[in-house]
T-cell receptor, first 115, second 113 residues
Framework: GAGVSQSPSNKVTEKGKDVELRCDPI?????LYWYRQSLGQGLEFLIY????????KSGLPSDRFSAERTGGSVSTLTIQRTQQEDSAVYLC?????????????FGPGTRLTVT | ELKVEQNPLFLSMQEGKNYTIYCNYS?????LYWYRQDPGKSLESLFV?????AVKQEGRLMASLDTKARLSTLHITAAVHDLSATYFC?????????????FGPGTRLSVLP
């Protein structure tokens, strides 16, 4: 079946521009997560959605970052006034409950380069 | 604050050798995840360990969990080049806001012929 998809796969933008990153989770997965992975680094948790609700936005790096999810499905991560330090791979995952744990399925990521 | 550590961070080993990657975490949890990431690719789930003493094996990889020591190990037996990748462990936690996965920094494994 279809996995988690993300678009665009690559985005090059100029400093100061706004960008929108999109995530299409696996159908039926109620939980959705955004992570940021800087070059050669681990994963930084950004935000978690249960349905359309994100109870805790404190993981977002600054107020230039925002995320929403509509219809319990597609999610967008928006970065306003991009800075060079925003350059990273942004990964989205959705999860299915397996009785005792949530199994995450990751998308291929969006590589963001801010010039 | 939950912290997850791994060591080593970099591992270069020869084919046919055995080695262990260690994952320590700072707060009580009985769910520990291992993922693999190939260069330029996304993460792939390897193992989920759900209780103290849990052991899972797939091919040349075996993962175990000691919840009392807050330690998980990923053991590699007779390494082959195809195992070259970065391996992450992760712990999930729930608080008043919902679920949060915390990942270790990753262990970059390079298996040399």
């Amino acid at each position: 079946g279809a996995g988690v998809s993300q678009s665009p796969s690559n985005k090059v933008t100029e400093k100061g521009k706004d960008v929108e990153l999109r995530c299409d989770p696996i159908s039926g997965h109620t939980a959705l997560y955004w992570y940021r992975q800087s070059l050669g680094q681990g994963l930084e948790f950004l935000i978690y959605f249960q349905g359309n609700s994100a109870p805790d936005k404190s993981g977002l790096p600054s107020d230039r970052f925002s995320a929403e999810r509509t219809g319990g499905s597609v999610s967008t991560l928006t970065i306003q006034r991009t800075q060079q330090e925003d350059s990273a791979v942004y990964l989205c995952a959705s999860s299915a409950y397996r009785g005792k744990y949530y199994e995450q399925y990751f998308g291929p990521g969006t590589r963001l380069t801010v010039t | 604050e939950l912290k997850v550590e791994q060591n080593p961070l970099f591992l270069s080993m020869q084919e046919g050798k055995n080695y262990t990657i260690y994952c320590n975490y700072s707060t009580t949890s009985d769910r520990l995840y291992w993922y693999r990431q190939d260069p330029g690719k996304s993460l792939e789930s390897l193992f989920v360990l759900l209780s103290n003493g849990a052991v899972k094996q797939e091919g040349r990889l075996m993962a175990s969990l000691d919840t009392k020591a807050r330690l998980s190990t990923l053991h590699i037996t007779a390494a082959v080049h195809d195992l070259s990748a970065t391996y992450f462990c992760a712990v999930d936690m729930w608080d008043n806001y919902g679920q949060n996965f915390v990942f270790g920094p990753g262990t970059r494994l390079s298996v040399l012929p």
